[in-house]
T-cell receptor, first 118, second 112 residues
Framework: ETGVTQTPRHLVMGMTNKKSLKCEQHLGHNAMYWYKQSAKKPLELMFVYNFKEQTENNSVPSRFSPECPNSSHLFLHLHTLQPEDSALYLC?????????????????FGPGTRLLVL | AQSVTQPDIHITVSEGASLELRCNYSYGATPYLFWYVQSPGQGLQLLLKYFSGDTLVQGIKGFEAEFKRSQSSFNLRKPSVHWSDAAEYFCAVSGGYNKLIFGAGTRLAVHP
């Protein structure tokens, strides 16, 4: 599945580092999502963008800063993270929010970035 | 509030045996329902979805799911499991505005 790509696939960073995660979708979608997946916890929706505009921020700490320069690219900028932020970060895309019909809710996921904060 | 419950955290089956993974949802309107699969270290892959019409939905990899409105369920089935089906399976409901609400997942192990 190459519709949604994420780089890097693995990242180790110290608590004082600044790094960025990148997501790119080749599906012609207009909505993009960041999720956090920790061990033994359900998938947590972090941010949603629709046509480059942020439509949802699920009370995510400010040390996570998303950026969506266009409908195909999504970034997650990381700074001064904590060890508890270690997780798999998943990006997804879908047709634009608010759509109804057979494509409603259908999201396509990238392979994720496995992040370890030391 | 919308929610998804997957009652089984872990399931182990023998290769060639049949499989049923349970999913119950809570949603006020007609739901859009999904099953995703996640292999170790990978993202989520869409197996199948229900949005209207026939309540028995066919998906990829030989999976099917049946929507039962009276039971608020959307159980995933496969008649004969292969060792490559070992993975984690997530049920989800579309909560409107394209948001997905996921269950906690069921981890499937397959014995040879």
């Amino acid at each position: 599945e190459t519709g949604v790509t994420q780089t890097p696939r693995h990242l180790v960073m110290g608590m004082t580092n600044k790094k960025s995660l990148k997501c790119e979708q080749h599906l012609g979608h207009n909505a993009m999502y960041w999720y956090k997946q920790s061990a033994k916890k359900p998938l947590e929706l972090m941010f949603v963008y629709n046509f480059k505009e942020q439509t949802e921020n699920n009370s995510v700490p400010s040390r996570f800063s998303p950026e969506c320069p266009n409908s195909s690219h999504l970034f997650l900028h990381l700074h001064t993270l904590q060890p508890e932020d270690s997780a798999l970060y998943l990006c997804a895309s879908s047709q634009e929010q608010g759509i109804s019909g057979p494509h409603q809710g259908t999201q396509y996921f990238g392979p994720g970035t496995r992040l370890l904060v030391l | 509030a919308q929610s998804v419950t997957q009652p089984d955290i872990h399931i182990t089956v023998s290769e060639g045996a049949s499989l049923e993974l349970r999913c119950n949802y809570s949603y006020g309107a007609t739901p859009y329902l999904f099953w995703y699969v996640q292999s170790p270290g990978q993202g989520l892959q869409l197996l199948l979805k229900y949005f209207s019409g026939d309540t028995l939905v066919q998906g990829i990899k030989g999976f099917e799911a049946e929507f039962k409105r009276s039971q608020s369920s959307f159980n995933l089935r496969k008649p004969s499991v292969h060792w490559s089906d070992a993975a984690e399976y997530f049920c989800a409901v579309s909560g409107g505005y394209n948001k997905l609400i996921f269950g906690a997942g069921t981890r499937l192990a397959v014995h040879p």
